[in-house]
């Protein structure tokens, strides 16, 4: 069983290989309409490491972020957010490579849902495997 945080569900596997890209410090841009604006990664929720070693971070993970920009309701607090694009490359099954043009997350709550109504941009398929309640609000799914 995965560790999700404080929720006690297992965390679904993902057909696509996913390249961690990202590490704790990464920023990030909020794709959403909750009023964050930049993120920046603390730590990855549910990693296994090794001693000293920092969290790869990729697309499809749950994460806790600080809100270094946006509404002042938000401004210097954690979040929890999952990452839905990111610039290096992933592989998927059937041989393909997809990447986007910048790195982005969206804020979800304790249960995983999402903070906001509406996303900008696109959203990666494998998010939608992993969390099925984000897919209601994706404008586009590649």
Do not use: W
């Amino acid at each position: 069983m995965g560790h999700e945080g404080s929720s006690n569900v297992p965390m679904r596997a993902i057909s696509s290989t996913i390249t961690r890209g990202l590490i704790p410090g990464s920023m990030l841009t909020c794709a959403d309409n909750s009023g964050a604006k930049t993120l920046m990664i603390i730590n990855k929720l549910g990693k296994q490491g090794h001693h000293k070693r920092m969290a790869g971070c990729g697309i499809g993970d749950l994460v806790i972020a600080s809100v270094k920009s946006g509404s002042p309701a938000y401004l210097k607090k954690t979040v929890r957010a999952v990452i839905i694009r990111q610039r290096k490359e992933i592989r998927r099954a059937n041989g393909m490579r997809v990447r986007f043009e910048d790195n982005a997350a969206m804020l979800v709550t304790e249960a995983n849902l999402p903070v906001g109504t509406e996303v900008k941009g696109a959203m990666a398929r494998e998010v939608v495997e992993r969390y099925i309640k984000l897919a209601g609000i994706a404008s586009r799914v590649i």
